[in-house]
């Protein structure tokens, strides 16, 4: 239970560390988020935040919106996003909260969503093998072949694999390693890649599973330590 952030996906580069290593990174610039309302336990049975990111025109919103922003005293929010946590009383309303929030985190939990291929067959799409490139197949080399039966159970069965719409899904990448995390630009660095093409919108968060591996600084410095023993040895 805690608070997350959103951000825009601005591209991939390379940081180099202090041992001269190149790190694939994903850079995300993060919004800042307001605090538009704070749910209490006694309110609706749970402790939550709704928090609202990004700039949106007036003219973009419907009645009801505009009513609500209007309520809270407030500029128009294109996403609202509520998030649980232990203790409600921490926050206030018109509060904004940005990368500081993340400021000892050394992994992240990151969820957007995968690049639209359009409409993909078989093969590219569940990597099926195709038919016979040979003898006995007539023009369907990259079929899928047969997809049901006859009277019994005389359906296709939910969630067979099949040609149609490849990508444009959302998916999480868990317990990626921030490489380095700039506040006053408000842009995270992230090791390897993530999914989505440039300007997506991305939802970051702390690492829901407890993570035991050591980062790439931390297995320097364990390094160092080891040489300079041996050198004190010797």
Not at 27 to 40: F, Y
Not at 136 to 155: A, L
Request: net charge positive; glycine share 12%; charged share 30%.
């Amino acid at each position: 239970m805690s608070i997350g952030l959103i951000g825009t996906k601005i591209g991939m580069t390379r940081e180099f560390l202090e041992t001269g290593q190149s790190v694939p990174v994903t850079v995300i610039k993060v919004e800042k988020g307001r605090v538009l309302d704070v749910i209490t336990k006694e309110k609706r049975g749970y402790n939550a935040v709704k928090l609202g990111f990004f700039k949106i025109k007036n003219s973009k919103l419907k009645n009801q919106m505009k009513g609500y922003f209007t309520k809270k005293n407030t500029e128009a929010k294109k996403i609202l996003k509520e998030y649980r946590v232990e203790n409600s009383s921490d926050y206030k309303e018109g509060n904004e909260l940005g990368l500081e929030i993340f400021k000892d985190k050394k992994f992240m939990d990151v969820r957007s969503k995968t690049i639209g291929k359009g409409f993909a067959g078989v093969m590219k799409r569940w990597n099926f093998g195709g038919l016979r490139a040979s003898h006995g197949v007539s023009v369907s080399h990259r079929s899928h072949g047969s997809t049901g039966q006859r009277q019994d159970p005389g359906k296709v069965f939910k969630g067979k694999k099949m040609a149609g719409h490849m990508g444009d899904k959302l998916r999480t990448m868990l317990n990626l390693e921030v490489v380095k995390s700039d506040i006053e630009n408000n842009l995270l660095y992230l090791r390897g890649s993530i999914p989505g093409s440039k300007n997506a919108t991305v939802f970051i968060r702390e690492s829901i599973k407890k993570v035991t591996r050591k980062t790439i600084g931390e297995k320097y410095q364990e390094k160092l330590k080891k040489a300079q023993t041996a050198k004190g040895k010797k």
